[in-house]
């Protein structure tokens, strides 16, 4: 009679999952060093997960469950703790009675059984999970309630604490009560929360907002902001104090506004976040962009452009020298597409020098400078500077005056490769405003290399996606028609599900326009052409606008006809019908 041990190994050689050699090599390092024969096989990557899974399942004689697509009760995963599911790899799926279905990655180990049946007094009825699906729902159902951990946390601080009495009407309190509360640990914790919280639920953007009588939190997930919680205003000025206390900040300055940034480690990965503190008519407002460096990609290829559009960007990104900009609102992931050309052309031959306000990105390799106009390091300044550090391609985080651009054009042409941004809604419009600014067109004509516009739309959520049918007259007002010729307009939404909190979406895409000065477009600025006429001009010589872009990754299913809408502006010929 085969031990399930035994039957599994037998499983996974009938299936030539794995050699017997291969298997004889992992079982000698189990014996070497110990620990579980599964890890050790996908450790040294002779099998795979799912392969591990179906061998059990075999074995054990029960299918495995996708734990992901459960609606389970909240009052089932309180019965374990969030560190313990955490630590085993487990989530409790279901209770009847005195039994507890228990989903594992390991429903071999009795250890854990048995301790959950010691801490739960339940009967313990075993299933088998994936270990990635188990994770995805242990976060979902443990560390995204956010708004109940915060009120859990507020309840222990005001059992706990008693100071909060002592805050005045107008918000503020005396510095020395602010720094015994700020030290008080249940005042950390919810800190502490609410930052975490803001890296698990992938947010860009933390506020920190005092209203008459409250004090609220928001987050902007995918471009769009959404409410956490509101609390007590009792809790405002420890918040705000803690906050500034590790940023550097001054904690007893409320009539200035202050910037900071610090940096933190959440869930084993790296996280930095930039603060802005505002005094407001309420109070001081606190906003955090968060910059968590395991979410973000700096690869050009991973970003959403379009292949015609990726090879426009490259053969520019190659020039020896000219000027690249990328322009579009605040939020649009300029500072993502400059760093991706950077990284694309980055190498040890080249010096490489960025100068911003303040750096969002740190990039090992590359010269970084962090301008602070309260001592005189400006933009202009900064750049003067380094064009005498004999650079090969600068970036500059941002064009915002006649000087910083003046310098920018100049570099420009006198060899080096300079990559910028510009607050300006369309590529076209980007030419009209430097010209506005003072720059001659045969000099933009000579350093410009290409302009790219640009949008993030929110991704359709993959678990909640379905498609539909466009009616033919909303596809023709919406500028469908000509993009599907059979006359026939699929495109996709999402239902709303528990992985995208019911909103149908999940991420984000880049939609793009990218303006090459070709000759003819270079013609046409040489006369001082208007913005719709170097946008035709463009559109004839290859150029897909934002709009067409956003439309063919509608198609596509990428993302929804509505945020398309949401965030173009029609092109000309739909404005004209």
Known sequence: ????????????????????????????EQKKNGGELSKILIKMKLVTEDDLTHAL????????????RLKIDPEVVKTIPHAVAQKNQIIPVSKMGDNLTLAMADPLNIFVIDSVKDLTGLNIIPIIGRSAQIQQTIERYYSTDSSETLKDIIKDIKDSSEDFELVREAGQMADVTVQDIIQDAPMIKLTDT??????VAKASDVFIEPMEQTLRIRYRVDGVIREVDQMTKALHQPIISRIKVISNLDISEHRLPQDGRFKTIVNGREVDFRVSVLPTAFGEKIVMRVLDKSSGTLDLEKLGFEERDLKRLREASLHPHGMILACGPTGSGKTTTLYSILKFVDSPEKNIVTVE????????????VNVKPSVGLTFSSALRSILRQDPDIILIGEIRDTETLDIAVKAALTGHL????????????????????GVEPFLLCSSVLAISGQRLVRRICPHCKEAYELAPEMADRVGLARLSPSGKFRLYRGKGCAECMNTGYFGRVVISEILVLTPKVREFILKRAGELKIKGVGREEGMVTMREDGLQKAMAGFTSLEEVLRVTAPDEELLEQ
């Open 1 to 28: 009679m085969f031990s399930l041990k035994e039957r599994l190994q037998q499983i996974l050689i009938r299936d030539q999952i794995i050699r017997e050699d291969d298997l004889q090599k992992a079982l000698e």
């Open 57 to 68: 399942s075999e074995g054990l004689g029960m299918p495995p469950i996708d734990v992901s």
């Open 357 to 368: 306000d303040p750096v969002e990105y740190q990039v090992r390799g590359i010269n970084q």
């Open 418 to 437: 300079v990559l910028s941004s510009l607050h300006t809604t369309t590529a076209a419009g980007s030419v009209i405003r430097m010209m506005n600014m």
């Open 194 to 199: 609410i930052i975490q919280q803001s890296v």
